[in-house]
């Protein structure tokens, strides 16, 4: 969810409830100031009918005043208490009962008690109150909706200088040694976090570039002694005067020049692969790849007796770097023969969609925790042990999703594109 997004909800989430306990507020006290105008008009008319009242005749009939406004009867009691009640009576133009007002005192005359009661439609200050509560909705909508979009356009003036730098760090790409700026802004941390981000890829640049360069300078360096040591051996074994424990040393020291040989180019390469140092990327047709260490391995395949199964139901048309491929396919299909046993068997299966290698094998399941551990191997196993850790370094750089799995003395290696 968006930071913007996330900011409107919980904008809403404490203005609706402040809106609606206005809203409530504002109505409870609307109604309650008509109700008491109501009453104080009820209470003024009572003043002037009493004092009316009081000046009749002697020998006038009170109940001959009778009208709409005032209903006046005949009483055993008296009572000097007045009080207010809500009732319903009849309107005529209305053809139905509608809410009253009423104010209800006792008055004495002639020696006769008398009962007031005094009635106001309410009729009007309802359709007075409901148009007043309909206006409030409305107006408290409207206020709501332009806070909302008052709110969104502020916030994205804010953040545009922060979106503007996300953008260009998303954008980065290191390998292509681009020059980033995060322009100075008026917004003071903003200003902070681009300066900040200016400095840090600044030194990030300076650090891949002195790394790449470190990178390129030991393949050449390393390789070079290496290479001058092992045509030393190969001259030394060549000596006829060599004793066969002198023979058995050299040939020793040979094999393991080969060794640091193999596993410094090897680590130069995952170094090179998770630099992203392999950008020129294409479509690489994976049926060919295989077909191609098909026959370049053929001869360790018929050393072990390994019978080879390959099933194409669509090419796979995966888009990477060419020696990328290679080193995909080459160390998963070396990794298939090299754990496997004599008179064995691998399943190779393109799809258009992925590839997957089964080989069968005596050896246990590889553990998850060092499946793609490096120099992780097999005590009956030759090698440096990187050559699934170069499989998924290669896959984790171009978004290939690599899967295990044993079962039946079977060890299945699966790639999807993620």
């Known amino acids: 969810m968006k930071l913007l997004t996330r900011t409107t909800i919980y904008y809403l989430l404490f203005s609706i409830p402040l809106l609606m306990l206005s809203g409530w507020l504002l109505y409870y006290n609307i109604e309650r100031s008509l109700r008491h105008e109501l009453d104080e008009e009820l209470q003024y008319s009572n003043e002037l009918w009493v004092n009316h009242l009081n000046h009749l005749p002697a020998d006038k009939d009170i109940l001959q005043l009778n009208n709409p406004f ?19 009576l009849y309107e005529s133009s209305e053809q139905e009962k509608v809410p009253y007002r009423s104010l209800t005192i006792f008055i004495e005359h002639n020696k006769q008690y008398y009962k007031l ?14 148009n007043l509560i309909v206006l409030m909705s409305m107006v408290f909508g409207g206020l709501l909706l332009l806070f909302l979009l008052i709110n969104l356009y502020i916030n994205k003036r804010l953040w545009k200088p922060f979106n503007s730098s996300l953008s260009k760090i998303t954008s980065l790409n290191l390998q292509q040694l681009q020059q980033v700026h995060f322009d100075k802004v008026s917004i003071r941390e903003f200003d902070a976090l681009n ?75 995952i170094t090179k692969i998770e630099n992203n140092q ?50 995909l396919v080459s160390n998963l299909f070396s990794n298939a023969i090299r754990y496997n046993q004599q008179q064995g068997k691998i399943i190779i299966t393109i799809t258009g969609h992925g590839l997957e290698i089964t080989n069968t094998s005596m050896l246990p399941a590889i553990g998850e925790a060092q499946l793609f551990q490096r120099f992780a191997k097999h005590d009956t196993a030759t090698g440096n042990g990187l050559g699934l850790a170069i499989v998924k370094e290669i896959c984790d750089t171009n978004a290939i999703a690599i899967q295990y799995k044993y079962e039946n003395n079977l060890h299945q290696f699966k790639l999807v594109v993620s």
């Open 117 to 130: 009661s005094f009635q106001r439609s309410v009729i009007e200050q309802q359709d007075v109150f409901k």
């Open 195 to 269: 300066s900040s981000l200016n400095a840090m890829t600044n030194k990030i640049q300076e650090d891949y570039l002195s790394m790449k360069t470190f990178t390129q300078n030991a393949s050449h360096e390393i390789q070079t002694p290496l290479s001058i040591i092992q045509s030393k051996l190969e001259l030394l074994l060549q000596d006829n005067a060599l004793t066969e424990q002198q023979s058995t040393v050299i040939t020793s020291a040979f094999e393991a020049t080969q060794r640091l040989s193999k596993l410094n180019q090897a680590l130069l390469l």
């Open 278 to 327: 392999f950008a020129a990327m294409e479509s690489v047709s994976i049926k060919t790849v295989v077909k191609k260490y098909q026959s370049f391995f053929a001869e360790l395949l018929d050393q072990k007796k390994i019978e080879l199964l390959i099933t194409v139901q669509a090419d796979w048309l995966l888009y990477i770097h060419p020696l990328l491929a290679d080193m």
């Open 70 to 88: 005032i209903q006046i009867e005949k009483s055993n009691t008296f009572s000097g208490n007045t009080y207010f009640s809500d009732t319903l």
